[in-house]
């Protein structure tokens, strides 16, 4: 192998090293942030779960559409009620 080939190899079993290193400090301050209610940068979680857990992007998103549950629309016949100049739309609770 060329001197090349082998800083190359050095340089990625280093890389790779320090991030198996940083793993627990970044998820220690993951979990810190999560406690204190700030939110959390899951923009890249999310999407390596897309493509290294796609069972837990289909469980993921089939929770969030039970969580939100969107306002129901009047219908014509209902009249609706007008409180202050707003729109006035109860939601019927759930047994």
Do not use: C, F, N
């Amino acid at each position: 192998m060329d001197p090349l080939a082998w800083m190359l190899l050095a340089a990625a079993l280093a890389a790779t090293a320090i991030l198996v290193a940083l793993a627990p400090v970044l998820k220690r301050d993951q979990r810190r942030r999560q406690e204190e209610g700030r939110a959390p940068s899951g923009g890249l979680g999310s999407g390596m779960d897309a493509v290294w857990r796609p069972s837990a992007e289909d469980a993921h998103k089939d929770w969030e559409a039970q969580v939100e549950l969107p306002a129901p629309a009047p219908s014509p016949g209902d009249g609706g009620r007008i409180e202050e100049g707003r729109l006035v739309i109860e939601v019927p609770r759930e047994s």
